[in-house]
T-cell receptor
């Protein structure tokens, strides 16, 4: 069965400190990997994705994510957190690389709180 | 311009009623989705349509019936509403054809359905 795990329901970090939001996955083949962010009362917004190549991908708002194939992880990172980064973050995987009509499997989300 | 718009934003109704949620996207995408987000923020796909054709139909009660009159619209009709249907319903779209399977999803801001 395909699954995505975000082991931390909550991550708290002080403004200016680095942040990491963890994601591991269990899917067949070589999936595409995504991070989305959800602000209160809003829909999800795309942050970044891993397709192939360099294991470190850069995305919106200074976020980046590191793909680790051996650990089947795709952790979201930011060198210096901002209070405005406080939101709900979702990791997602798409296992059907060969199909254009596959589906996204979402993790359960991690609430990031950045303290001033 | 709103890329993916849903109406209504809030919907409060009584058990047993029938209600509809409408979704429109102006991105020119060929695929649209309905997702359900429960009170614990877990996201689950319900349906997806590609060029008006039903592609994904998860294990959803047949009280839920999607309708796609054209590529830009995907509506959700719910019959005989139950308490457990209370959730936030998100519409999303993506461009699958030519996207090689890694086009990000664009989400609407959700419809908060409360069944009393």
């Amino acid at each position: 069965a395909q699954s995505v795990a975000q082991p931390e329901d909550q991550v708290n970090v002080a403004e200016g400190n680095p942040l990491t939001v963890k994601c591991t996955y269990s899917v067949s083949g070589n999936p595409y990997l995504f991070w989305y962010v959800q602000y209160p009362n809003r829909g999800l917004q795309f942050l970044l994705k891993y397709i192939t190549g360099d294991n470190l991908v850069k995305g919106s708002y200074g976020f980046e994510a590191e793909f680790n194939k051996s650990q089947t992880s795709f952790h979201l990172k930011k060198p210096s957190a901002l209070v405005s980064d406080s939101a709900l973050y979702f990791c997602a995987v798409r296992p059907d690389r060969g199909s254009t009509l596959g589906r996204l499997y979402f993790g359960r989300g991690t609430q990031l709180t950045v303290w001033p | 311009d709103t890329a993916v718009s849903q109406t209504p934003k809030y919907l409060v109704t009584q058990m047993g009623n029938d209600k509809s949620i409408k979704c429109e996207q102006n991105l020119g995408h060929d695929t649209m989705y309905w997702y359900k987000q429960d009170s614990k923020k877990f996201l689950k796909i319900m349906f997806s349509y590609n060029n008006k054709e039903l592609i994904i139909n998860e294990t959803v009660p047949n009280r839920f019936s999607p309708k796609s009159p054209d590529k830009a619209h995907l509506n959700l009709h719910i019959n005989s509403l139950e308490l457990g249907d209370s959730a936030v319903y998100f519409c999303a779209s993506s461009q699958e054809q030519g996207g090689q399977g890694h086009s990000p999803l664009h989400f609407g801001n959700g419809t908060r359905l409360t069944v009393t």
